[in-house]
């Protein structure tokens, strides 16, 4: 009994997997949800310039900023967490770092390219990294 509720699900997965890589629908890939919005928010890409987002956060640090936040998904995460460690670098002992990880539900929408058929939604999951920047003492401030 259990076996038959076993293979049934996994049927039903395979059957909704299928309707992803049909050619009656076109894949369109929502913008993912973001956590928090402010000025020492940073959302890493892969496709913004490297040295810009390096530049963003030591200005963001240098101007005052207590902490700054990083967030990563997929493949930017790498890239999230060499910005982090530069910037660690870079202010040599006056920052500090805690780093979270997690997975992120993203939805994307299947529209047909046929009048037949209906719209669909697809949820599928990225991991993602959070990395808190603050500083621990100012640049050539007195200790």
Do not use: W
């Not at 894949?27 to 390096?54: E, H, M, S, W, Y």
């Not at 997929?74 to 530069?86: E, S, T, V």
């Not at 939604?121 to 500083?135: A, G, K, L, T, Y």
Request: with cysteine.
């Amino acid at each position: 009994m259990a076996d038959e509720n076993i293979t049934a699900k996994k049927q039903e997965n395979k059957n909704t997997k299928r309707l992803m890589t049909n050619k009656n629908y076109a894949f369109k890939k929502r913008l993912p949800v973001r956590p928090i919005d402010g000025n020492n928010v940073i959302f890493v890409t892969k496709k913004t310039n490297f040295k810009a987002q390096l530049d963003k956060c030591c200005d963001l640090l240098t101007r005052g900023e207590k902490e700054i936040i990083l967030h990563g998904l997929g493949a930017a995460i790498q890239r999230c967490c060499n910005l982090a460690l530069q910037l660690e670098i870079i202010f040599s002992g006056t920052c500090q770092i805690e780093v979270n990880t997690g997975t992120v539900d993203l939805v994307d929408d299947l529209e047909p390219l046929v009048d037949d058929l209906d719209f669909g939604s697809q949820v599928r999951h990225s991991s993602s990294i959070h990395i808190r920047i603050f500083r621990t003492a100012m640049l050539g401030a007195n200790q």
